[in-house]
Nanobody
Framework: QVHLVESGGGLVQPGGSLRLSCAAS????????MGWFRQAPGKQRELVAT???????IYADSVKGRFTISRDNAKNTMYLQMNNLKPEDTAVYYC?????????WGQGTQVTVSS
């Protein structure tokens, strides 16, 4: 089992920045990759960014150049630095850890971009 706890969400004005954190505990050695997903009201959950154990990253086109995913393996923590935020980035953001067989989700953190 892997337990994930997100933090760092909040209310920010358009053009502002936030950094989300996802702290992992439990059987972290089973994790192959981690990622951030988001779900806006009335929409399906969508991929934001992923990072593999060796550091390779993938980003959704909508966030390329604005968001940066990273990991601190010593702290068992993944981050999502979000810059130049737009109202359409408003959503609940979830972190996910993917093992060989199972995937694990955090509880989510709300990000609201509004003036």
């Amino acid at each position: 089992q892997v337990h994930l706890v997100e933090s760092g969400g909040g209310l920010v004005q358009p053009g502002g920045s936030l950094r989300l954190s996802c702290a992992a505990s439990g059987n972290i050695f089973s994790i192959n990759a981690m990622g951030w997903f988001r779900q806006a009201p009335g929409k399906q959950r969508e991929l934001v960014a992923t990072i593999a154990n060796r550091g390779s990253t993938i980003y959704a086109d909508s966030v390329k150049g604005r968001f940066t995913i990273s990991r601190d393996n010593a702290k068992n923590t993944m981050y999502l630095q979000m810059n130049n935020l737009k109202p359409e980035d408003t959503a609940v953001y979830y972190c996910k850890a993917q093992g060989e067989v199972s995937g694990y989700w955090g509880q989510g953190t709300q990000v609201t971009v509004s003036s």
